[in-house]
């Protein structure tokens, strides 16, 4: 049958002649890494602010003041010279001349570059470790006898589980195993479920990490409805302060809180945004903190 991956082979023998036909399965396998990525970023900018600095200075200047004093103050001053050398002054009855000099000291102003501090810049790389959460997708095959089911052998591994040898050895048992019917040993599967997928509420319960029950298949009978959330799901259990929650395909009709229901599905991861699932905003927020939720096509309520 070309293009559907689908194969079937004939061949004859002694005995007569039979086919094989084989169906391809897939599945999806989560691979997770890291890239890296530009979160933000520091700009460091750096300006020139010009400030007004006052700096008080003392400058001096000379100042001169001429007059004439008594003759006996003057002789004592005889013996001094002149600035400049100027010694014909000095002479009786000699012209001449000086020139006295008057100095001051003006300010100036003027500035250097000195050394004002540093900017550091300290990068470091640090480590947390985070969970990747995603849908995967997994075909599983479902194997329904009809007419004349004791024609009909059913392997109790069809979904990959491995059959226990009993059942093998008693094909009525491996019926019983692919989902004819939930077997009445009342004996539980543990957390991985059996060849039978869950069949017992404590399945469900018990395991410490309900997400490694994520693709098992559900086949519950008798299960209390508690509350009714919208067209397609409901939340379901014993315990109302402790329920799971069940999304149907198909609308709810027909079922009241406290009415028992019969549950074919499977467990599937929740996302870790619930309205993924496609459900209203009040159903996606009762459904936040919940690991694990169960898809089913319907829901069969057994009040009806």
Same mark, same amino acid.
Do not use: C
């Given at each position: 049958?070309?293009? @559907?991956? =689908?194969?079937?082979?004939?061949?004859?023998?002694?005995? %007569?002649?039979?086919?094989?036909?084989? =169906?391809?399965? /897939?599945?999806?396998?989560?691979?997770?890494?890291?890239?890296? @990525?530009?979160?933000?970023?520091?700009?460091?900018?750096?300006?020139?602010?010009?400030?007004?600095?006052?700096?008080?200075?003392?400058?001096?200047?000379?100042?001169?003041?001429?007059?004439?004093?008594?003759? %006996?103050?003057?002789?004592?001053?005889?013996?001094?010279?002149?600035?400049?050398?100027?010694?014909?002054?000095?002479?009786?009855?000699?012209?001449? #001349?000086?020139?006295?000099?008057? /100095?001051?000291?003006?300010?100036?102003?003027?500035? #250097?570059?000195?050394?004002?501090?540093?900017?550091?810049?300290?990068?470091?790389?640090?480590?947390?470790?985070?969970?990747?959460?995603?849908?995967?997708?997994?075909?599983?095959?479902?194997?329904?006898?009809?007419?004349?089911?004791?024609?009909?052998?059913?392997?109790?591994? !069809?979904?990959?589980?491995?059959?226990?040898?009993?059942?093998?050895?008693?094909?009525?048992?491996?019926?019983?195993?692919?989902?004819?019917?939930?077997?009445?040993? %009342?004996?539980?599967?543990?957390?991985?479920?059996?060849?039978?997928?869950?069949? $017992?509420?404590?399945?469900? @319960?018990?395991?410490?990490?309900?997400?490694?029950?994520?693709?098992?298949?559900?086949?519950?009978?008798?299960?209390?409805?508690?509350?009714?959330?919208?067209? /397609?799901?409901?939340?379901?259990?014993?315990?109302?302060?402790?329920? =799971?929650?069940?999304?149907?395909?198909?609308?709810?009709?027909?079922?009241?809180?406290?009415?028992?229901?019969? !549950?074919?599905?499977?467990?599937?991861?929740?996302?870790?945004?619930?309205?993924?699932?496609? !459900?209203?905003?009040?159903?996606?927020?009762?459904? $936040?903190?919940?690991?694990? =939720?169960?898809?089913?096509?319907?829901?069969?309520?057994?009040?009806?």
């Amino acid at each position: 049958m070309g293009g @559907t991956g =689908i194969e079937t082979q004939t061949s004859a023998g002694a005995g %007569g002649t039979s086919s094989e036909t084989v =169906i391809p399965l /897939h599945e999806e396998k989560l691979v997770a890494g890291t890239q890296q @990525t530009t979160e933000g970023a520091v700009r460091i900018r750096k300006e020139v602010k010009t400030e007004t600095v006052n700096q008080p200075v003392q400058v001096r200047r000379e100042t001169v003041t001429v007059e004439r004093v008594p003759a %006996g103050q003057a002789n004592a001053q005889a013996g001094a010279q002149p600035e400049g050398g100027q010694g014909d002054l000095n002479t009786p009855f000699k012209s001449g #001349e000086m020139t006295i000099n008057l /100095h001051e000291e003006k300010p100036f102003a003027q500035t #250097e570059t000195v050394p004002a501090g540093s900017i550091v810049v300290r990068k470091k790389v640090t480590t947390e470790p985070i969970t990747i959460q995603r849908q995967v997708r997994r075909e599983v095959a479902t194997a329904v006898p009809l007419g004349n089911s004791k024609d009909v052998t059913i392997s109790g591994n !069809l979904n990959g589980s491995q059959a226990q040898p009993e059942a093998m050895a008693n094909p009525n048992e491996a019926n019983e195993a692919s989902g004819a019917g939930p077997s009445n040993s %009342g004996q539980s599967g543990g957390a991985g479920g059996s060849s039978a997928g869950i069949t $017992q509420w404590s399945q469900l @319960t018990s395991t410490p990490n309900p997400t490694t029950l994520a693709g098992q298949q559900v086949n519950l009978s008798g299960v209390k409805v508690q509350q009714l959330m919208g067209d /397609h799901l409901l939340a379901v259990g014993p315990d109302k302060n402790q329920p =799971i929650y069940v999304q149907s395909d198909k609308p709810l009709t027909g079922i009241a809180p406290g009415d028992t229901v019969n !549950l074919r599905g499977t467990v599937r991861p929740m996302p870790s945004d619930p309205s993924a699932l496609g !459900l209203d905003q009040q159903s996606a927020s009762a459904l $936040q903190g919940q690991s694990i =939720i169960i898809a089913v096509p319907e829901v069969n309520s057994q009040n009806q």
